[in-house]
């Protein structure tokens, strides 16, 4: 009974490990898009409401980490140029500042959506120990009832939904384009790490990423 307790337990555990994820769930890449050469810098710009800066520090940052994992000269916008770097400005006037910075290509990642819904979790019942004999009512029931029901329960989750635009500079032109969901992260470092790894290896899937 003590193993099938900790079997129990377990996939308890890999059950909500399951449901706390960042996946990508659809991209597209123009034919006409060249691949993300080593030399060229890539400029990751997060765009979150202000209030989430920590949010935006992050999702930037570990995009750039990975970036860089693999070779790519990849910068933060928000460490090159503060949180309100682009502030009045147009779409000329920040186009022309990422070229002066030498940056080739822009990624932007944009949070679509943020929501949080109350979820019902049924009530499970597992196996419990056999009927050895009588034990009496009370004790009986007590002890499969402990052991055979897990009482239903409401949840709050948290779903993000982001999408990732990748802009060629030299032509203003979108290469590329990622949308991803992320569900009941346990923290936003979290998300933002796993966000991170998913698209650069999407990227690397739509051979956007050249190997040498």
Partial sequence: ????????????????????????????????????QKDQKVMVIALVPQKDRTLRSQMENYTVAE????????????QEY????????????????????????VLTIVMV????????VPGTVYG????????????YYSMWYGRMYQPGYFTINTKYQWEGNLYDLQSGQLTYSVQSKSFDPPTTERMAVLYAQQVVKD??????????
């Fill in 128 to 139: 419990g120990p056999y009927p050895y004999g009588y034990y009496g009512f009370w004790p």
């Fill in 1 to 36: 009974m003590k193993k099938l307790g900790l079997i129990v337990a377990a996939l308890a555990i890999l059950a909500t490990t399951a449901c706390t994820s960042t996946k990508v769930t659809s991209s597209w890449r123009a034919n006409s898009a060249p691949q993300l």
């Fill in 67 to 78: 970036f860089r994992k693999k070779g790519y000269n990849a910068v933060s916008a928000l």
């Fill in 82 to 105: 503060g949180p309100n770097g682009f502030a009045n400005m147009g779409e000329k006037q920040v186009v022309n500042m990422l070229r002066s910075s030498g940056a080739n290509q």
């Fill in 203 to 212: 990227m690397a899937r739509q051979q956007l990423l050249a190997n040498r």
């Fill in 113 to 120: 959506d943020k929501g949080r819904e109350r979820e019902y």
